[in-house]
């Protein structure tokens, strides 16, 4: 057709363009600060990329074949064990992670290593020739590995028959206990006959993980988590050639975790990342490169305790992304894990997210669909770039096991973590249900009636370091809510009047920000319609009025700025005499900040504050 508006009625535009509509969209507001954000590695993500052209595919060993589901078998008992790893297998599950008492990942629970008797107790039913497997990295890892062997031929299976992979990996148990019974020199040396050892029975592997969910956990950036997986692989394999192992082998018997979490262009650009990474890795040791066995699992991280079922959308997302972003098998934590051990229902909803993404929305089909995206390639290579950068510092350290040894990585993951506990903290970072729009009036979702056991105390040894900790986002915020929790049991419900001043209407924001606020530490916030005049101004004898017959021992102003300044002081002061044992006020004071402090205000909250400080201030009030 000669006349195109009929099929193409838009003119055609450009980024130059686009640009300018923007900035004339955002009427003088910075561009950068607006529509530009910032990984934790300072990787500018812009908001419009040009495709990337004659983009190559990054693709796994089953590009264009289903992922592997992956469920947890984490609970204690044997034979509740075995019942709910049915019932996984039965409801589409592939494959089982097997989680250990002792390991970081099991959390307080986990399957009892006494002997093959009993971990065969707990797989009863599970036909192992037809699912994989998955050993969850634990201090144990060659006495699990062996019970594993030991129960594969009790039940007269043929090892190289199965899909395996064992989990060892030693340096991650020196990073999160901060104990080795000896040095890494000797510890090396019994890689290759771990790996004999196993493949002796017949295992295919991979027998060694790198297992980065550590940085994760412990607050480091994307960049960190993938040097820490090069530098550990590369350990592992000088390690294993200087055992006799060839390269190519001991490439073969290592697999790599990474944790996903709910920012899906980061999540899907990590995981690309890493293949390339290795991809490098293999051609600078002159072999040809083949693909590794990437699993990913949901970010412990990002899981919240409070309004848990938010935690199924970050779920969602983080498995979206590990689908797309090219993961050989996926694990999704239970929505409720934060909470305990998670039920029959936390876990049909784990893997059935799985299940919906693979099923009914297909994405298995499509061999790398960020392929050419500007922003996921863009993404990807910048973070090669920073990750193989941190990677050749590590190696400049002595690599891994020294750099830990002098506390080089861990402090720089400290340093990372602190920004953004700062960000957490002022609300740059909100956590939905927790830190932004919280709800006092939820009812906790319900776990599995078996309480945690007290972590095992690991004998001191020759070699010691700073460990690196594991943590999740909102820990701070739910310490504040269970302190308020705890005032609230003890008939001391933490409350705060919201004293309006003037018209309700007038500050329905700040209002609405004032609430959210004070929740997010438990607090409970009283608001009234206001207390206008005519004119509209505020009756303060209607407003302390309302004060003292609310209960509240702290109460936060809330008004215009304009009112503020005409009748601030007053209202300050006459809810100090009223007996307010501390007074906020919502919004930034500027100049009148000293008048109104002399007047009783103890803070002011707005946005960018820090959260935390303010709310472990006003708990410290009400529990005086």
Sequence with gaps: MADTRLTNPFSPGDEAAWRAAAIRALKGADFEKKLVSRSADGIAIQPLYPRKPGAALVAGASAGARWRIMQRVDHPHPDQASELALADLGGGADGLALVFHGSAGARGFGLPTTNAATLDAALVGVELDLVDIRLEPSPQARITGRLFAEMVKRRKLASADLKVDFGIDLIGLLARSGVWMAPWADIAKRLADMRAEFAGHGFNGPFFSCDSRLVHEAGGSEAQELAWALATALCHVRALEAGGVPLDKALAALSFILAIDADQFIGIAKLRALRLLMNRMQEACRLDPQPVV???????????????????????????SAGVGGADSVAVLPHTAARGLGDGFARRIARNTQAVLMEESHLWRVVDPAAGAGGFEALTDQLCERAWA???????????????????LQARIAVVKARRDKDLAAGRMPLTGTSAFPNLAERGEAVLDIAPAAPRAIASGP?????????RLSEGFEALRERADGLRQSGRPPRLF?????????????????????????IETIVSDGFAEADGSTDLVALTDAYKASAAAIACLCGTDESYAAEGTDAAMALAVSGANSLWLAGRPGELE???????????????????????????????
């Design 294 to 320: 990437l699993h990913a699992e949901t970010a412990w991280r990002m899981l919240t305790r409070t309004e848990s079922p938010v935690n199924m959308l970050r779920n969602a997302i983080a498995a979206f």
């Design 390 to 408: 941190e990677f050749q510092q590590i190696e400049r350290e002595g690599g891994i096991v020294t750099s830990l040894q002098a506390g080089a």
């Design 463 to 471: 070699v010691t370091i700073a460990p690196l900790a594991s943590h």
């Design 498 to 522: 919201v004293a309006v001043l003037g018209r309700a209407s007038d500050v329905a924001a700040r209002i609405g920000f004032t609430r959210g606020f004070f929740e997010a530490g438990g």
């Design 594 to 624: 000293a008048g109104l402090r002399a007047a009783g205000a103890n803070g002011f909250i707005f946005a960018g504050c820090d959260m935390l400080n303010a709310l472990k201030e006003a708990l410290d009030v009400l529990a005086a």
